[in-house]
């Protein structure tokens, strides 16, 4: 038997090309999820303005019921000091 010398790196012996296959592979996918994730942060900024938009439209609502309670108010009040 002789000795086994072993120089070079070591590793698992792939090929060049497959592991520049594989590093663009990797650059590929990270785009693609890079785009899902900025489709993702639309949608979610959708679902909260339109929520928001809701909570305000409500208390708009509120504002314009309690505006008319008043003129109301003070409708019966002008009417109460005619007599």
Not at 13 to 39: N, P, Y
Not at 65 to 70: D, K, S
């Amino acid at each position: 038997m002789r000795p086994v010398a072993g120089f070079g790196a070591a590793g698992a012996g792939l090929d060049f090309d497959v592991s520049v296959a594989g590093v663009l592979l990797a650059i590929h996918h990270g785009a693609q999820f890079e785009f899902i994730e900025t489709v993702l942060d639309v949608v979610e900024f959708l679902g909260k303005f339109r929520f928001e938009a809701g909570v305000f439209v409500g208390q708009l609502g509120e504002g314009v019921e309690i505006l008319g309670a008043g003129v109301e108010c003070l409708e019966r009040l002008e009417e109460a000091l005619r007599v």
